[in-house]
C-alpha cells in the first residue's frame, strides 16, 4: 500500500508543474547556447551578437538604428566569408 502524501494534491500539482517550466526554461537556454557555438564554429553570423554589439558600443549615437535580421544577413552574404563589422 502506498504511502500518502503529506502535501495536499494541488500542491503537487503546482510544485511538479513548476518543476517542469523550469526544467524546459533550462533546456531552452542550453539549446540556444548550443546552437549559437555551433553557428560560430561554423563560421556563421550571429544577428544576437551583433545587437549586443550595437547597443554596447554605439550609445553615442541616438540616431543610430541597429540593421534588421534581413539586412545583417544580406551584408554577411554580400562581403562572401568576412566576419560582420560595423565599425
Known sequence: MRAKSKMPQSTSKTKNSEFLRD???RTMSAWSKLERTFSQVAGGADYQAYLQHFYDNH???PNA???SPEEFYQMINDESGKRPRCC
Open 65 to 67: 538604428k541597429p540593421l
Open 23 to 25: 526544467a524546459l526554461r
Open 59 to 61: 550609445k553615442d549615437k
